[in-house]
């Protein structure tokens, strides 16, 4: 199976920082990378998908990137609706679908 | 709006056998391979099974494997998660996903999930 390893597990910033979430495979997987955003007691909702693209309806302050092993999430000036657990996801392997552990957002 | 709505779950004891039912609408349901996901309490997501568009092919999670079966009916636009041999580890809460994209594959929309507890 593909491991996806996400950093940090939490952290803690302030309204309108800059931040940024990685998540590493443990083989290329090219782009084939998904994010997504999960508020307590709410199920996950899609972000981005194919590494870079944004969801319809998604604000413009986030963003994807990466290609391979490597990716980041960032979050542009973090608005008060953005404080949640964020989720990166493998679809390289159809077969055997992984998730990064998750990264939880939360207010200084 | 697509809409995805579980039902089926409960507390069931170990050893135990629950069908988790999803009930999809407002899109071709019979166009789109379909998956559950579950989250323990506290936890991440894991995915667990996965079935294409005519219910001909799935695909399962090891930690799921020989006991879970997934099905679905296009007639009744309706998921199935049949789960036997519960186990304690099996408590989550489980989703419905839509499979989208074509080479590259995402999931979207989710359900609101299913609570399945496993306890004597």
């Known amino acids: 199976d593909i491991q996806m390893t996400q950093s940090p597990s939490s952290l803690s910033a302030s309204v309108g920082d800059r931040v940024t979430i990685t998540c590493r495979a443990s083989q290329s997987i090219s782009n084939s990378l998904n994010w997504y955003q999960q508020k307590p007691g709410k199920a996950p909702e899609l972000l981005i998908y194919?590494?870079?693209n944004l969801q319809t309806g998604v604000p413009s302050r986030f963003s994807g990137s990466g290609s391979g092993t490597d990716f980041t999430l960032t979050i542009i000036s973090l608005q008060p609706d953005d404080f949640a657990t964020y989720y990166c996801?493998?679809?390289?392997?159809?077969?055997?679908?992984?998730f990064g552990g998750g990264t939880k957002v939360e207010i200084k | 709006e697509v809409q995805l709505v579980e039902s089926g779950g409960g507390l069931v004891q170990p050893g135990g056998s629950l069908r988790l039912s999803c009930a999809a609408s407002r899109f071709m349901f019979s166009s789109y391979w379909m998956h559950w996901v579950r989250q323990a309490p506290g936890k991440g997501l894991v995915w667990v099974s996965r079935i294409n568009s005519d219910g001909s092919g799935t695909t399962y999670a090891d930690s799921v494997k020989g006991r879970f079966t997934i099905s679905r009916d296009n007639t009744k636009n309706t998921l199935y998660l049949q789960m036997n041999s519960l186990k304690a580890e099996d408590t989550a809460i489980y989703y419905c996903v839509r499979e989208d994209g074509d080479s590259r594959i995402w999931f979207d929309p989710w359900g609101q999930g299913t609570l399945v507890t496993v306890s004597s």
């Open positions: 194919g590494a870079s």
């Open positions: 996801q493998q679809s390289y392997n159809t077969l055997q679908l992984t």
